[in-house]
């Protein structure tokens, strides 16, 4: 999980955010739905996106998550293992 819980999360995001000028101008808003992998480390690698809205807000989405600090990583059976993530990422006018 992110370091503070899901309203940590959501904090970062808000305040780390650059909506795309080209996106502002044309009002292009939507859900970009993005996965990724968090690894034994807490890093975050492999970001890809799985739904897209416009190529600029995607471009973004992926800025974003991969400027997140290192995760808390999964446990399986008292082992640290990777797991895949999928986070909604909105953006908004």
Do not use: H
Not at 26 to 54: A, P, Y
């Amino acid at each position: 999980q992110f370091p503070g819980g899901e309203q940590a999360m959501v904090k970062f995001l808000s305040e780390n955010v650059m909506y795309p000028a080209i996106a502002r101008q044309n009002g292009i808003q939507g859900r970009v739905l993005c996965q990724f992998i968090v690894n034994k480390d807490g890093s975050i690698s492999d970001v890809t996106v799985v739904r897209s809205v416009d190529p600029s807000l995607d471009k973004e989405a992926i800025r974003l998550i991969k400027s997140m600090p290192k995760w808390q990583p999964g446990e399986q059976r008292g082992k640290l293992v990777r797991t895949k993530f999928t986070l909604p990422i909105s953006f908004r006018l």
